[in-house]
T-cell receptor
């Protein structure tokens, strides 16, 4: 079993829909990251959080340390949000990654 | 401010050869981390350098090594290349270290081993 599990693996939505991507982890962590990877490989760090909730524009990330679970929400989704979203956790001196969620937003 | 740059962007090598990849961090950033991404294994952490010292290392064989220079530029070396080393190699820089700081990723170097 992977230490970082994401769901769903693939997600297709219509423009304007509310999107939720989930991340569960089984190890102790000091921080959790949400990354966005566009076709071609470029990665952008969206959030780094260790508790509570953060918001950047239409993106919201939450984490529940007790339940070892984090969610990434996208409000009013847009085709430009189409990308792979990756959850990663800092565990001691290592960093573990989820397999990613491929999001496609159709116009 | 210029972003993280990586050179070369694409590289083709044959088994047994060695390769050196370069990463220039954002000006002022002292931490550079390296990652390998493959279709089968996804993203995996290789190592992190901070102020010319290796701070952390992931679970990779000794064929994978790196170093960081006084200007924070970093190089990654893979010796005795294997087919399985074909991957996208990404570096990321941060101000004070990847554990508590946001990371900024470079565009990656796509290595193909034939």
């Amino acid at each position: 079993k992977n230490e970082v599990e994401q769901s769903p693996q693939n997600l297709t939505a219509q423009e304007g829909e509310f999107i939720t991507i989930n991340c569960s982890y089984s190890v102790g962590i000091s921080a959790l990251h949400w990354l966005q990877q566009h076709p071609g490989g470029g990665i952008v760090s969206l959030f780094m959080l260790s508790s509570g909730k953060k918001k950047h524009g239409r993106l919201i990330a939450t984490i529940n340390i007790q339940e070892k679970h984090s969610s990434l929400h996208i409000t009013a989704s847009h085709p430009r949000d189409s990308a792979v979203y990756i959850c990663a956790v800092n565990n001691n001196n290592d960093m573990r990654f989820g397999a990613g969620t491929r999001l496609t937003v159709k116009p | 401010k210029a972003g993280v740059t990586q050179t070369p962007r694409y590289l083709i090598k044959t088994r047994g050869q060695q390769v050196t990849l370069s990463c220039s961090p954002i000006s002022g950033h002292r931490s550079v981390s390296w990652y390998q991404q493959t279709p089968g294994q996804g993203l995996q952490f290789l190592f992190e350098y901070f102020s010319e010292t290796q701070r952390n290392k992931g679970n990779f064989p000794g064929r994978f090594s790196g170093r960081q220079f006084s200007n924070s530029r970093s190089e990654m070396n893979v010796s005795t290349l294997e087919l399985g080393d074909s991957a996208l190699y990404l570096c990321a820089s941060s101000l004070g270290g990847r554990i508590h700081n946001e990371q900024f990723f470079g565009p990656g170097t796509r290595l193909t081993v034939l």
